[in-house]
């Protein structure tokens, strides 16, 4: 799909996407959406993105999303 939206879309509309689905995702599942969405993209990429989001959720994502994330999938990481 990505390779696909790359041909179709500018840059320009992929932020617009990505803002219009950020406002309109329930901020509870931001929690554990941000971090799935980050899952295995290396950390500079993580950092560029993080760098885009407002002060209040990088720390949020930081101190409380990104280490329960962590948590989580622990047990996949033991399987794999």
Known sequence: MFPSMARVFTVESIRELED???KATPKRLI???LPFAFDGLPDARVADKLA???VAIRVL?????QP???RLVAP???VG
């Open 68 to 70: 329960a994330y962590d």
């Open 31 to 33: 929690a554990f959406e």
């Open 52 to 54: 885009e989001l407002p």
């Open 61 to 65: 994502h930081r101190l409380l999303w």
């Open 76 to 78: 996949l990481a033991a």
């Open 20 to 22: 219009q689905m950020f």
